[in-house]
């Protein structure tokens, strides 16, 4: 197949990587200009193609120097030009900041194409505002989470250091579901999944991202670490999966949040799957694990950081994620103060108004149906 990744970041670099491995033609667009990882394109463009360390190829997945080999895959297309790289492609994935789908959507959508499968990882139901600028007939998904963690650590290379088993999508219409996994099947391994582990629509996704739960938890947690730090201890930086979420006090957040997100689920008539389970799910063959062993486990490979608490895994996630479900638990009568609690504080901390910055279902269009006729939107269109 056609691939067009839009996203020249670490996801979107590991995944048009990996497409090309699988053996798919790959075209790569970058639509920020000198924002971030113009050096990592520039040497991209230079080498027609894209080297990858892909740490899972050595059984384990870590950071550390150890690292398996460099190797290179070319990619067909690598450019800034959008009608370029997305007329006549199979599926296009785009690897952006929900923060900026909207704008991005007024720029793009009118190149996509009827039967074009279109995936949006993550969402956050962002698929509804590609397709009101769309005059054609793609099929829109949403992912929870990317297919890998990687990072881009020199210009032109990009590191994996660990892949999902399996990942779920949405679409939208849900109408459109058989139609689109028989695309999305052939991408990736992980997306191989049973009918009955893909999401019903657009918002079980949006809800089912992980970092709605462990970003904000983690990194509000994480706050006061990282003053302690700054002030006493300026060239350490703790840990967000290490240390935060090592803490009681992150776990009690993430068990009362994930308690509001379920049932949040249960009133949309989705399955109310515990974070944990989830991620299990996601990460692991073994599905009958202890997922907070497993979970744990992870800790002692992921990096360090993030080093401020400006940064997307609250500026993405609080607005984005913690915001929409906050939106729609109001419309379905459903009280959500954990979630409530982390947006006011993240905000105060930050001096931002996240509710007014934030995906609601009065910024999606959708403020004035009803919890029925939401329902049938996502279901039909």
Same mark, same amino acid.
Request: glycine fraction near 6%.
């Given at each position: 197949m056609i691939i067009t990744i839009i996203g020249a970041g670490n996801a979107g670099s590991a995944c048009a990587f990996m497409a090309a491995e699988a053996g798919h033609k790959v075209r790569l667009l970058k639509t920020s200009n000198r924002i971030t990882h113009d050096d990592h394109f520039e040497a991209m463009v230079r080498n027609k193609g894209i080297y990858c360390i892909d740490n899972t190829k050595k059984g384990h997945f870590t950071d550390?120097?150890?690292d398996a080999e460099k190797t290179f895959q070319p990619l067909e297309l690598i450019t800034r030009d959008p009608k370029e790289a997305i007329e006549g492609a199979d599926v296009v994935m785009i690897f952006i900041q929900t923060t900026y789908h909207r704008a991005l959507a007024e720029k793009i959508a009118k190149y996509f194409q009827d039967n074009q499968l279109v995936? *949006?990882?993550?969402?956050?139901a962002s698929s509804i505002f590609y397709n009101q600028y769309c005059d054609n007939n793609?099929?829109?998904s949403e992912g929870e989470s990317t297919p890998n963690d990687a990072r881009v650590v020199e210009p032109g290379t990009?590191?994996?250091l660990f892949k999902n088993v399996?990942?779920? *999508?949405s679409f939208f219409p849900a109408t459109r579901t058989t139609e689109g996994m028989a695309i999305a099947s052939r991408l990736f391994p992980a997306y191989n999944i049973e009918m009955s582990s893909v999401r019903k629509h657009i918002f079980e996704s949006a809800l089912h991202n992980p970092n709605i739960i462990v970003h904000t938890v983690g990194q509000y947690v994480m706050y006061p670490m990282l003053e302690y730090c700054a002030k006493h201890h300026p060239d350490e930086v703790p840990y967000m999966y290490r240390d935060a979420l090592s803490t009681e006090m992150a776990w009690q957040m993430i068990e009362k949040l994930d308690a509001e997100k379920m049932a949040v689920l249960s009133a949309l008539g989705c399955e109310p799957i515990p974070y944990l389970e989830a991620c299990l799910f996601r990460n692991e063959q073994d599905v009958n694990q202890d997922p907070r062993e497993?979970?744990?486990?992870?800790k002692i490979s992921s990096p360090s950081g993030p080093d401020s608490f400006d940064n997307r895994y609250i500026t993405e996630?609080?607005?984005m994620g913690l915001v929409l479900l906050s939106s729609l638990g109001d419309k379905l009568g459903i009280n959500t103060p954990e979630c409530d609690r982390l947006i006011e504080m993240s905000g105060g901390i930050l001096a931002r108004d996240f509710y007014?910055?934030?995906r609601t279902l009065a910024s999606l269009g959708l403020g004035e149906l009803t919890s029925e006729e939401l329902l049938h939107f996502v279901e039909r269109k």
């Open positions: 550390s120097a150890d995936i *949006l990882i993550p969402g956050y793609p099929i829109f990009v590191k994996v399996r990942n779920s *999508l497993v979970f744990e486990s992870y996630d609080v607005p007014k910055e934030g």
